[in-house]
């Protein structure tokens, strides 16, 4: 390396590493890191890359289960879906970006996203997505909708040019998310089950290929401390304006759509032997874990790596975020080949390095070793830390404003209303209809159409098409009543929002969304969720098969609301038999099914009202609740239901008019006494028509069928679908009339605020 | 009868525009650096994003070698149909008058959207009626359809312009809510909306779109 003196301690403190860790570094050193070293250590043992205060909580998750193809640690899990396939899927956070650029953070959040799932690979076949705001009206509504908006486009330019569909997500907009935005983004790719790759590197003396696009100084985050304090201390005259330069990678789709194919093909005609993304600390990670995991070392020449920006230091190369790259290892014999179907895909390519047998990634400029590292020390021994957890002893969050579009005195009508146009629950329309949501011609189910996006798989040999349904959910608001109770609900709404449409889990990712788990009362909410998210996966023999960690979101006011980003995706046997969320036929009953025991406590409306957050959700019994999804799914499976929808924001009331406004049927609902109190809610109708709770669903269909699935759950007939108006009648509070077109109008709001 | 479907860095929806023509015939995709139009009775200009919508829609893609033989292709009378960036590269080669503009609300829109048969019995709506309405998906940011009020008389005059968004349904802006037009001669057509999209229940909400490519099948076999 150059003369330069080497970096210092506090330059390491600078850059996020403790003063112990800094020292535990110099001991597998041998003595002080260099410049590179040190940049690639403080990226390794990062709380984003080595898991470091999360990881021991996340070994108690459950990752194994029958259809588990992949686990976590590769670059994403995969299901056995049957006739020889596997569906891998992931969710991964772009949060910071985010709150800085919405446009480029979101839509790089896709790229990302989609690599995990090419890496092993599956070709993408669809993504969700799942986004927190602030409030969008009143103080911060300005910043709120300018966020939202950039985050919308940023997602569908990504995925609408690539040729993935956007299938499904969720929106919610709460106080606490105002100052620290989240964005997730999930992906599902498909893929023959036998053909799954995974990233570790082999064979010494294979080469290592990077390709896709060039190397330059964006997103060079975690470094940038050190970016200005070196530069100006070398005065290399390099980097002078390093401060000001963006820390956010800039996204090109069309780049990623020729690295997707190229990928693809490559792997196709079987030229690798493994295959890596680059995504976070850049060509450091990905060098570092195809190393790690195949047991082998890898010597890089940053020289040979193709820039986009002259005079780039060794350590620059190393931590670029430069994106739309990839990683691969390939036997020398077929360099050539590879090469030339990269050119065909008019993708740059270049042979980087090679794999060694010397257990340690070595950096080398032309000639000169400028960095040399263990493998073990830069990816296995980052130290682990155990949380300190506490239950806070006051109230985190303060109570949310009393929304002005509830009047104090409302009748129920004017309730359903406010509810139905709250941002929360407002038709997503003038979101997802920005999202190309049928390219590939795999989608059965587009958004609003049922609880859950469910996708065709290839017809089997007798001509039947099973289907893929998949779900992200989580209400952070009721985690942050109860993060244990508040985590196995969100892992149900995703379970029962697939059993509407007929579909049974195989397997679960999550994004854990947290603010700073040095704190004790993070770390609580931390470990509670991990707690219920393991107890309600292990439940319903959904395994988390990959995810990832998003700490430190806080902002000036304090944290986010704890997040726990459920993602889940289930099979069903026919996806002619997909399940809808509208009522379908004038004449046909509705019934409410499952074990629903409805509470206005951290509910739709006690937000509304203003109301704090209760401390601690009511007990769930998940096996009752799981029984009647069972019951739910195999009617639907059996054709036997007209709709079925699960019961969630806003309560009954707000998804009896969402089976209306979806199926452009109206109906006539009588809440009696009996149904109140079987509710435990006697005489308590404001509770019945909008409290909240797993485990309830709502169905319609002929009376047989209704009397054949009360047979396996309990079940309550409400009402008959008909006409162009939702009457319910609800025992001594009176009556709810309002006609399709109200509801609808109510349900519009969204386009209000963002058209 | 067999189909030809272009393939450019950024296409998306090719292999659906070929999927639906396998519907009705045989069909292979043809690779934008590639002037062998393999023996195809007719061509399809998919939609996406050719060469990533760079300098504008469809302007690049027009220069891609296997366009130059479409070109060479739709003079001789060959039928072409354009989907979407398709109708872009078809209006950007000048086989088509007009040119397509951002949608009126500035923004990536999909929706499915009806629309009216103006024309029927050409080359691409022989199987349909005339004033039928068809159901089909549009999903696009650059949809406005846009031509000087000259050439649009004149367009109307004689019966190039085949399809028309119904009332209410134009959400892109489009002149006169023209959907779809043809070259004078009949033998190329554009449209925003994705025939493709709409072939089979399952996944297409319809299966209208099934009745552009069996016109193209009926023409070419008639």
């Known amino acids: 390396m150059a003369v330069a003196s080497l970096p210092t301690v506090d330059d390491a403190l600078a850059l996020g590493l403790t003063r112990e860790e800094y020292e535990l570094v110099c001991e597998k050193q041998g003595g002080p890191p260099n410049q590179v070293e040190l940049a690639m250590y403080s990226l390794l043992w990062s709380e984003h890359c080595a898991y470091k205060h999360s990881k021991k909580l996340l070994r108690t998750l459950p990752t194994e289960g029958p259809a588990v193809v992949m686990g976590p640690g590769e670059n994403a899990g995969a299901v056995d879906v049957g006739g020889g396939l596997a569906c891998a899927f992931k969710v991964e956070s772009h949060n910071h970006p985010s709150a800085v650029e919405p446009f480029q953070g979101a839509a790089t959040g896709v790229g990302g996203i989609l690599r995990d799932i090419f890496a092993i690979g599956a070709r993408p076949i669809a993504v969700l997505d799942s986004l927190r705001f602030g409030e969008p009206e009143g103080e911060g509504g300005t910043r709120t909708r300018y966020l939202l908006d950039g985050a919308v486009s940023g997602i569908g330019h990504y995925g609408n040019s690539i040729g993935v569909p956007t299938v499904g997500g969720e929106v919610y907009f709460e106080g606490p998310y105002e100052h620290n935005c989240l964005v997730n983004a999930m992906a599902l790719g498909l893929a023959e089950r036998d053909a799954l790759v995974r990233s570790a590197a082999a064979g010494t003396g294979n080469v290592l290929v990077l390709f896709g696009a060039s190397t330059g100084r964006d997103g060079i985050g975690g470094a940038s401390v050190l970016a200005s304090a070196e530069l100006d201390a070398d005065d290399t005259g390099a980097g002078g304006d390093s401060a000001k330069r963006p820390t956010v990678q800039v996204g090109d789709p069309f780049e990623e759509k020729k690295l997707l194919e190229c990928s693809l093909e490559l792997l196709d005609r079987g030229l690798l032997v493994s295959l890596q993304d680059l995504g976070a600390a850049g060509l450091t990670s990905s060098a570092a874990e195809m190393a790690s995991k195949g047991e082998v070392g890898i010597e890089i020449d940053v020289e040979r790596v193709p820039l986009r920006e002259a005079d780039m230091e060794p350590f620059e190369v190393m931590v670029s975020e430069s994106q739309e790259r990839m990683l691969c290892v390939v036997e020398p014999d077929r360099l050539q080949a590879v090469l030339a179907l990269c050119e065909k895909w008019e993708v740059e390519g270049a042979a980087i390095g090679t794999v060694t047998d010397t257990g340690r990634v070595h950096v080398t400029a032309g000639g000169e070793l400028v960095g040399s590292m263990p493998v073990r020390a830069l990816v296995d021994d980052c130290p682990l830390y155990d949380l300190q957890p506490q239950k806070p002893a006051q109230p985190v969050y303060p109570a949310p404003a009393a929304t002005a579009s509830l009047p104090a005195e409302a009748t129920i009508e004017q309730t359903l209303l406010a509810l139905l146009g709250s941002p929360n629950i407002a038709s997503r329309r003038p979101l997802f209809e920005q999202y190309d949501a049928i390219v590939q011609s795999r989608t059965v189910r587009r958004p609003e159409q049922a609880d859950a996006a469910v996708l065709a798989l290839p017809a089997d040999a007798a001509g039947v098409q099973r289907a893929l349904a998949v779900s992200i959910d989580c209400n952070g608001r009721r985690v942050a009543a109860d993060p244990y109770r508040g985590a196995i609900e969100s892992v149900l709404e995703c379970a029962a929002n697939l059993a509407c449409a007929g579909a049974e889990p195989l397997g679960t990712t999550n994004n854990l969304n947290f603010g700073n788990p040095e704190k004790p009362h993070i770390a609580w909410q931390l470990s509670e969720a991990v707690r219920g998210l393991g107890e309600a996966c292990r439940a319903l023999q959904a395994p988390i098969v990959g995810g990832n960690v998003s700490l430190y979101n806080e902002g000036a006011t304090g944290p986010i609301y704890p997040t726990p980003v459920i993602g889940m995706v289930g099979l069903l046997p026919d996806a002619r038999r997909a399940g809808r969320l509208g009522f379908a036929r004038a004449g046909d009953e509705v019934a409410l099914v499952g074990p629903f025991a409805p509470s206005l406590a951290a509910s739709e409306l006690a937000k509304l009202r203003g109301q704090a957050l209760p401390d601690g959700l009511a007990e769930i019994y998940v096996a009752a609740v799981r029984e009647a999804q069972a019951a739910v799914r195999e009617a639907v499976r059996e054709g036997a239901m007209s709709s079925a929808h699960d019961i969630a924001e806003g309560g009954l009331a707000v998804a009896l008019a969402e089976c209306c406004l979806a199926g452009g049927l109206g109906a006539e609902i009588a809440l009696d006494a009996g149904t109140a109190a079987a509710l435990g809610a006697a005489d308590d109708a404001e509770t019945v028509l909008f409290g909240e709770g797993p485990g309830g669903f709502l169905v319609s269909g002929e009376a047989g069928s209704l009397e054949r699935l009360g047979e396996r759950v309990a079940l309550r007939r409400l009402g008959t679908v008909g006409g162009d108006s939702l009457a319910i009648e609800a025992a001594g509070e009176g009556a709810i009339l309002a006609s399709l077109e109200d509801l609808a109008r109510a349900h519009g709001k969204l386009a209000e605020l963002f058209g | ?222």
């Open chain 2, 1 to 222: 009868m067999k189909f030809g479907v272009l393939q450019f860095p950024g296409s998306c929806d090719e292999v659906d525009a070929l999927e639906a023509a396998r519907r009705v015939g045989e069909a292979e995709l043809i690779w934008h650096g590639e002037r062998d139009l393999k023996g195809a009775d007719a061509i399809v200009v998919p939609g996406g994003f050719s060469y990533g919508d760079y300098l504008r829609a469809g302007a690049i893609a027009r220069f891609a070698p296997a366009m130059e033989s479409v070109i060479e292709f739709a003079r001789e009378g060959g039928p072409v149909l354009g989907i979407c960036n398709g109708f872009q590269v078809l209006c950007e080669a000048r086989l088509l008058p007009g040119a397509l503009l951002p949608n009126r609300n500035l923004r990536f829109t999909f929706r499915q959207v009806a629309l009216e048969v103006l024309s029927s019995g050409g080359t691409f709506t022989r199987a349909c009626a005339l004033d039928e309405r068809l159901s089909i998906p549009a999903k696009h940011a650059w949809g406005r359809y846009y031509a000087d009020e000259q050439t649009l008389a004149a367009m109307d005059d004689s019966g190039q312009i085949v399809l028309r968004y119904a009332p209410g349904e134009n959400f892109n802006g489009s002149l006169h809510d023209i959907a779809g037009v043809c070259n004078e001669a009949g033998n190329v057509f554009g449209l925003m909306p994705h025939p493709e999209h709409a072939v089979d229940d399952l996944t297409g909400s319809s299966t209208d779109g099934l009745k552009i490519y069996d016109s193209i099948k009926m023409t070419i076999e008639a």
